[in-house]
């Protein structure tokens, strides 16, 4: 279920990069997944963390990413999600 879960954010997050090639988007794509966990972890809100996030991302992506990462529990905040997240986005 989770790499459902997983493969729906990338795909709703990986539409707006515009990186020079697939290697960058996805390199993008999990910094912002670290990014997130990252600010979660460290105390910052949902609504600090989408400001952080939507400039690069777009208001609707940014704000899903932001909820997906602030509904998982404790024990998934880690650097893996964003691993996981770049991998999915590789076999795109």
Known sequence: MRKLV???????????????DEL???????????????SRKL?????AVRRTLRPDMGREAADQLVDFVFALPDEHLNHELGA?????????
Do not use: Y
């Not at 795909?11 to 020079?20: F, H, K, T």
């Not at 960058?24 to 990252?38: I, M, R, Y």
């Open 6 to 20: 997983v493969a729906l954010f990338i795909g709703l997050i990986a539409a707006p990069v515009l990186a020079e």
């Open 24 to 38: 960058d988007k996805c390199a993008q794509t999990e910094a912002w997944f670290n990014l997130a966990v990252d």
């Open 43 to 47: 105390g910052e809100t949902k609504a």
């Open 84 to 92: 996981a997240a770049r991998k999915q986005c590789e076999g795109l």
